[in-house]
């Protein structure tokens, strides 16, 4: 019963090291291609604003666009100004040059994060997209952000429906080797007291096995 314990509490650990960080890691990846389409989506939305220098107008659409998707949206200048944000007002926000995602957009295209957010207090993944002219100038960043807090509550649920599982798993297993133990004993016990009547010269005692193992 030790080793069968033993190679559930092996699987568990392993499935516990594994599993669980390759779902989160899934769903993070599925996030980013879903925010990468609404980033492209909010290009062709926003880019005339942002060229002809509308900000004002700018800011109410990205809000309308955040009502749609659900996402928060931010769009930064090549020098770090926000000129649109979704859910604050963006003069009251700072320089965002120096985010990450931000440089990574402006050297690769496309930027990602995670992080806390320090202007809503929320763990967030970041996607941002990088804006260009038709001279192929930098002209804006388009950034999506959605809280992860979902993802996380969903993987600790997992964890804990696989840990009730475990447990009756070993319940089952508990019950079973109490079974086995009674039925492998009793033929040795029936051994036992044939062997120890014959040794009080019992000689009418009978042993009769009911059990057809090499016992």
Do not use: C
Not at 197 to 215: G, M, W
């Amino acid at each position: 019963f030790l080793s069968f314990l033993a190679v559930i509490l092996l699987f568990t650990a392993l499935i516990y090291s594994f599993s669980f960080d390759t779902i989160k890691e899934y769903q993070i990846e599925t996030l980013k291609e879903k925010l990468k389409l609404e980033a492209i989506s909010i290009e062709n939305e926003t880019i005339g604003y942002i060229e002809k220098k509308q900000y004002h107008r700018l800011d109410s659409v990205v809000k309308n666009l955040s009502k749609i998707m659900q996402n928060r949206i931010t769009v930064i200048l090549p020098i770090g100004t926000v000129i649109a944000e979704s859910d604050r007002d963006p003069k009251k926000l700072e320089n965002h040059a120096d985010r990450d995602e931000i440089m990574q957009a402006w050297m690769q295209g496309f930027g990602y994060a995670q992080r806390l957010s320090s202007s809503v207090d929320q763990k967030m993944l970041y996607v941002a997209k990088a804006l260009y002219t038709k001279e192929e100038r930098p002209l804006a960043i388009v950034r999506l952000a959605i809280n992860v807090r979902n993802i996380d509550q969903f993987i600790e649920s997992l964890k804990n429906s696989f840990f009730i599982s475990v447990f009756y798993m070993i319940l089952i297993a508990l019950f079973l080797a109490f079974v086995l133990s009674k039925i492998m004993a009793k033929p040795i016990k029936e051994i036992a007291a044939f062997t120890y009547n014959l040794t009080q010269k019992k000689l009418d005692s009978r042993l009769t096995l009911s059990s057809k193992t090499e016992i």
